[in-house]
């Protein structure tokens, strides 16, 4: 009864096609986990790729504002001159070319009809005529204040060019307007730091291109995709839409004080290149290894069917009365299927060891992340304050997690460069980078010795962007190491220091924040080290001594 049992679900095959559908039975389950836990990589990369797209698109927004508050500046400094208000236009205009002589911008002077009273694209006592761009002037004169128009062709230049203007009440002059070619502000829309193929854009308040760069680039004065633009209302974001842009997304953000904004766009396959790269290997492998694995399947299975018809034909001369030898020989052929077997399952067995090797691994480095995860949030969260401020505590303390991994990823976590390691973390503040001097003599550091000091320097270089030295032009930090041994120490030391200067007055905190927890009890504790942080008057003095052993990768 239990045999007939058993063969209503097993049919009568050979025992090649069972161990072959054995083989495709162990190697489909262990294919489909991996390919789920690719496909939730894939997730957190596009959320990665969205807020990164966010933040290159306000990167861009701020270049091109300081060059708009620029502009605005000199045209508050050029209000103020006398000759103005004497109406000497002829002494206003030369003094003025001569300035400006160095950069690619014009100034005009026009009256309340939009006369222009000069221009210095002309040499002055030239026949000039009205502004070419009137709407503007109106909507400044009406506004009241300094104003950034639309692109448009310039009747002087005969170019595409955009202004920013000035009201002004000032003798005859009513307005005074700096001019620029759309071409020269089309140098500073950089796609430099954009994943490759991707463009940059600058649009003005009635959707048309002022200046862009990269693959798709834009003419000047065209409209960029109508379609898109009632949809970029927020101050900053990311847009995507299959229909518009297939396999595409778009970043924006609004000119602060402006009425333009900033846009990055390209195609998400090029950022996410490294994750369909491993979507083709997993692929392709997995193929690869399950026609190894039938083709292994095959051969055992004609081996054990030559030794059970050896066995059988044995058996058949016994039934026939024919004298054998003894059947000894039948355990040794035995064996023999068990030792091609053992041969047969070798490399698959091989496989399946380093697959579940990658698994616990990344299992293993998930599990240490999401924990240094929660744990950075519920000590965030203690410090009380608003949503928004969580969030950009949260957001801000995991971009410097994603940059220690994104380093380990490339060196496929086996370590990386100190020198590098600082490198990619101090990215995050390039206003800054002038004010930094680093020194020390360079080695490998273990992964967590990336990712735990790597959190101890983001904090450091974050407490003084907002509070210390780098907060203000002429602070200034050294950051620096340096190996020594000891009476007190037997085995090689490291030293490390975060020195302030030049910043505003150091007083110790009252309470202790997230911040403070990370450079002083964590570090400490990553690296069986001793911490000191000193609030002199001068600026913070953070000191980390530890063996080099807890740090260096061997």
């Given at each position: 009864m239990p045999m007939k049992r058993s063969l209503r679900f097993f049919p009568k095959a050979s025992i090649g096609t069972y161990l072959i559908a054995m083989a495709v039975a162990t190697a489909l389950p262990i294919f489909a986990l991996v390919a789920l836990l690719l496909a939730q990589l894939e997730d957190n990369q596009r959320s990665i790729l969205k807020r990164e797209t966010a933040q290159d698109a306000t990167a861009l927004a701020r270049s091109i504002d300081r060059q708009l508050q620029d502009m605005a500046t000199t045209l508050r400094l050029l209000s103020t001159s006398p000759e103005l208000e004497s109406n000497d236009f002829a002494a206003f205009h030369a003094r003025t070319e001569?300035?400006?002589?160095?950069?690619?911008?014009?100034?005009?002077?026009?009256?309340?009809?939009?006369?222009?009273?000069?221009?210095?694209?002309?040499?002055?006592?030239?026949?000039?005529?009205?502004?070419?761009?009137?709407?503007?002037?109106?909507?400044?004169?009406?506004?009241?204040?300094?104003?950034?128009?639309?692109?448009?062709?310039?009747?002087?230049?005969?170019?595409?060019?955009?202004?920013?203007?000035?009201?002004?009440?000032?003798?005859?002059?009513?307005?005074?307007?700096?001019?620029?070619?759309?071409?020269?502000?089309?140098?500073?829309?950089?796609?430099?730091?954009?994943?490759?193929?991707?463009?940059?854009?600058?649009?003005?308040?009635?959707?048309?291109?002022?200046?862009?760069?990269?693959?798709?680039?834009?003419?000047?004065?065209?409209?960029?995709?109508?379609?898109?633009?009632?949809?970029?209302?927020?101050?900053?974001?990311?847009?995507?839409?299959?229909?518009?842009?297939?396999?595409?997304?778009?970043?924006?953000?609004?000119?602060?004080?402006?009425?333009?904004?900033?846009?990055?766009?390209?195609?998400?396959?090029?950022?996410?290149?490294?994750?369909?790269?491993?979507?083709?290997?997993?692929?392709?492998?997995?193929?690869?290894?399950?026609?190894?694995?039938?083709?292994?399947?095959?051969?055992?299975?004609?081996?054990?069917?030559?030794?059970?018809?050896?066995?059988?034909?044995?058996?058949?001369?016994?039934?026939e009365g024919h004298i054998v030898a003894p059947i000894e020989t039948s355990v040794i052929e035995a064996n023999r299927v068990a030792v091609a077997l053992s041969n047969a399952s070798f490399d698959r067995s091989q496989t399946e060891d380093r697959l579940h090797f990658v698994m616990n691994e990344l299992v293993h480095r998930t599990k240490n992340l999401l924990t240094l995860a929660q744990a950075m949030m519920r000590q965030l969260a203690k410090q009380g304050g608003t949503v928004e401020e969580f969030q950009a505590a949260v957001a801000h303390r995991l971009d410097g997690l994603a940059r220690s991994i994104q380093l380990l990823t490339s060196e496929q976590w086996s370590g990386a460069s100190l020198r590098r390691m600082i490198g990619i973390h101090l990215e995050a503040f390039p206003e800054a980078a002038e004010q930094?001097?680093?020194?020390?003599?360079?080695?490998?550091?273990?992964?967590?010795?990336?990712q735990n000091l790597g959190l101890a320097l983001h904090e450091l270089a974050t407490n003084s962007i907002k509070y210390g030295a780098l907060s203000v032009p002429q602070g200034r930090v050294r950051f620096a190491w340096e190996d020594f041994v000891d009476e007190e120490h037997t085995e090689p030391m490291l030293r490390f220091t975060w020195e302030e200067q030049n910043g505003p007055p150091v007083e110790t905190p009252q309470r202790s924040g997230f911040g403070t927890t990370v450079i002083r009890n964590h570090a400490a504790a990553a690296f069986s080290g001793v911490v000191e942080v000193d609030f002199r008057p001068e600026g913070l003095f953070w000191t980390l001594i530890c063996p080099r052993r807890t740090l260096e990768r061997v």
């Open positions: 001569t300035a400006l002589r160095a950069n690619t911008l014009y100034v005009i002077a026009v009256d309340k009809t939009g006369q222009q009273l000069l221009n210095t694209r002309r040499d002055f006592g030239a026949p000039l005529g009205k502004t070419a761009n009137m709407p503007s002037l109106q909507s400044v004169m009406t506004s009241g204040r300094i104003e950034a128009s639309d692109v448009f062709q310039g009747t002087t230049s005969g170019e595409w060019v955009y202004n920013v203007t000035i009201p002004l009440d000032v003798g005859q002059v009513a307005a005074l307007i700096i001019t620029q070619n759309a071409r020269d502000l089309a140098k500073q829309v950089t796609t430099e730091g954009l994943p490759n193929g991707w463009s940059a854009a600058i649009i003005d308040q009635s959707g048309h291109v002022v200046a862009s760069s990269g693959p798709t680039t834009i003419n000047f004065g065209e409209a960029f995709y109508p379609e898109i633009m009632p949809s970029l209302i927020a101050s900053s974001g990311v847009y995507e839409n299959k229909s518009v842009l297939p396999k595409a997304m778009l970043g924006y953000a609004q000119i602060p004080g402006w009425s333009w904004k900033a846009v990055v766009w390209g195609p998400v396959a090029t950022a996410q290149s490294s994750i369909l790269t491993t979507w083709r290997f997993l692929i392709i492998g997995g193929i690869a290894l399950l026609l190894l694995a039938i083709l292994a399947a095959y051969v055992v299975a004609r081996q054990v069917r030559g030794t059970i018809r050896s066995i059988a034909d044995m058996a058949n001369r016994m039934g930094i001097e680093i020194t020390g003599r360079d080695f490998v550091l273990t992964p967590d010795a990336v």
